[in-house]
């Protein structure tokens, strides 16, 4: 018996007679299943552009993709993408039990379970992330909007917050980058102040 059917071989490992799935086949998966429904990490990247470009100097796009991919790696994200997603196509494939299928079919306003994973996955990354998921859930620019507004017997109940996490995710580890950077630039300068 397999314990993960159709993963390479080496994406996966025996540990306490357990087979384990590797934690980069996970990020993979999760990278995977983002973009099959549409959404790509320059995409993400473009909503983090837009939220520190007031706050940061020079920011470039490269700048947000990296943050991006750095918050892809987190376990507890990539955990939230796959459930929130796989949710989100069974829904679509009529697979689920009423009333639940409905409620995530229909995005049901009073539902809160897709905004409740998401906000949990935004929690590694602290107060900053929370406010801006927040902020993002309500105004829902870009990706998010669209990915709120498809029809065509798609659901995406869970995908657009999902979206919303990861860039208020990445916003918040770029913020707290920049001013670790600015802040070794000011010690590097009184270091050198210092010496004179």
Known sequence: MTYAPGLPQDATFFSANKKRVT????????????????????DIAQIVFDLQKPFVRNLSLAMCIENVTGVLAKRELQHAILVGIELDKLAEKKLLDEPLQSLIDQDEGLFGVDETIALGAVSAFGSIASTTFGYLDK?????????????NGRVNTFLDDLVASIAADASSRLAHRVRDAEEGAFH?????????
């Open 188 to 196: 590097r300068k009184m270091n050198e102040n210092n010496r004179e």
């Open 23 to 42: 934690s980069r086949a996970v990020e993979e998966a999760a990278v995977r299943a983002l973009k099959d429904r549409g959404v790509s990490i320059e």
């Open 139 to 151: 105004v829902k620019p870009r990706i998010i909007g669209e990915l709120d507004q498809m029809k």
